[in-house]
């Protein structure tokens, strides 16, 4: 036993404390010695939780009621964890309601089978529903993004007609356009063709536009791999349509040697 190893023999001057109990069900088993200079309350002592675990306490922390009730590090630890617990079962948090606590844990916390308002059962972590990281199955993202369509779309571009709108969608779900990007940007190396950049994202520009050459919209060497950046300097400079591969020679040369 610990107390056997450190116990040291009680000096007259010093008020014997064995066998004192304290706190929460804590009793006093040994002498420890002085931690410095001063009278007995300086004194250490060497004391039992109920729990069985031995630790070490000054007399001041023993004798004096402000401390309140006082135990070992592991219980108190314990007990800590038990006041930082929200009930969660029946509280509503954004769109989830919770049913119960389950018995396992998800992502190292304490997880909640919840039901959202669509009617969708799941199992979410504490920790997500406290912080809102998590607020629905899914469905209230699916109803922003519908709302966020046309122009109140961040992303809506005032300057564009129909037409335009219309061929970009076209190409965007046309799969011989995706395969042609593929290939552009394999043949290029994923390297920007004007400023070198090797960081994405990139843009497969068409140095013969897609309106006016509808012949050479599929054609690899029509197509060159730009950054966001350059890509947006040369439109903004030629306009969006009618573009040329003259354009595009004019454009490095002015980037570069202009």
Known sequence: MLAEVLMTQIPKRIKN???FKFGDDCIVIGYLGQCGYGNDKSSQWLCE????????LSRCRITNKKYGKICCPICARKIAIRKTIVPMVGKKFDRW????????RKNRAVAYLCRCNCGVIKIVSGLDLRDHTSKSCGCLARELSRQRRGILNGKWKSDMDDEKRE????????NEVIHWRKQVFQRDHYICRCCGMKKSPFNA?????????????YIVSNGLTLCVKCHKLFHKQYGWGNNTKEQYQEFF???WNG
């Open 167 to 174: 061929l970009n969608k076209a190409k965007r779900n046309n």
């Open 97 to 104: 309601l919770v049913l119960e606590e389950m018995k396992i």
């Open 49 to 56: 939780c109920k729990c069985g675990n031995e630790f070490k």
């Open 17 to 19: 404390f064995i066998g």
């Open 253 to 255: 040369l002015l980037r």
């Open 205 to 217: 520009h068409h140095l013969n536009s897609w309106k006016d050459f509808p012949d050479q919209r």
